[in-house]
């Protein structure tokens, strides 16, 4: 069975930084890209950002370029978010997905979310 | 920036009628359109890909259609845990874009 358990959440002040961890199970991580959604309180879905299987390529929306980083630790079974400078826009529940292929990579398989509030 | 447009963005229906959600991209993709269902507290469920695949496990009462820009995903007879909000999404580009969402509540 496949398994995402997102960590890491919590209060954090305007400007402030955080890393957000995915421990996976159930499949061959290292064979698999990974990407992490969010969702802000009562509003939809949006995409962050991606990762490559080997981690050398990455993907992020532009409202968040250059103050989050994704990583992954194949060895562990893990996948990051490091975020910093962080904005009350960046108020979500961040959630880490494993995408399948099928024409594209769309999400599959979804973790519980870590909910991140910023607000002094 | 592809916009994907869901409409109703509430749907009434009775428990056992048909429901049909709508969803419009602002250009093509393609079939690269898949539907999530999402209920409160929980996270996405993936039921429909590649426009109208299903996805393990979702029921046969789903069913998913349309190409290009206009979609379309269907509730055959809709059962009590139905009732939740459904989205919309293309991977056919960067950034991945989903729609607004439509909720479908209980007449």
């Known amino acids: 069975e496949v398994q995402l358990v997102e960590s890491g959440g919590g209060l954090v002040q305007p400007g402030g930084s955080l890393r957000l961890s995915c421990l996976v199970s159930g499949f061959t991580f290292r064979n698999y890209a990974m990407h992490w959604v969010r969702q802000a309180p009562g509003k939809g879905l949006e995409y962050v950002s991606a990762?490559?299987?080997?981690?050398?390529?990455?993907y992020y929306i532009d409202s968040v370029r250059g103050r989050f980083s994704v990583s992954r630790d194949n060895s562990k079974n893990t996948l990051y978010l490091q975020m910093s400078s962080l904005r009350a826009e960046d108020t979500a529940v961040y959630y880490c997905?494993?995408?399948?292929?099928?024409?594209?990579?769309?999400?599959?398989?979804w973790g519980q979310g870590t909910l991140v509030t910023v607000s002094s | 920036e592809i916009v994907m447009t869901q409409s109703p963005a509430t749907l009434s229906v009775s428990p056992g009628e048909r429901a049909t959600l709508f969803c419009r991209a602002s250009q093509s993709v393609s079939s690269n359109l898949a539907w999530y269902q999402q209920k409160p507290g929980q996270a996405p469920r993936l039921l429909i890909y590649?426009?109208?695949t299903r996805a393990t496990g979702a029921p046969a009462r789903f069913s998913g259609g349309g190409s290009g820009t206009e979609f379309t995903l269907t509730i055959s007879s809709l059962q009590s845990e139905d009732f939740a909000v459904y989205y919309c999404q293309q991977y056919d580009n960067w950034p991945r874009t989903f729609g607004q969402g439509t909720k479908v509540e209980i007449k």
């Open positions: 590649s426009t109208s």
């Open positions: 990762i490559s299987d080997n981690g050398k390529t990455t």
């Open positions: 997905v494993k995408p399948e292929y099928s024409g594209g990579w769309y999400p599959d398989c």
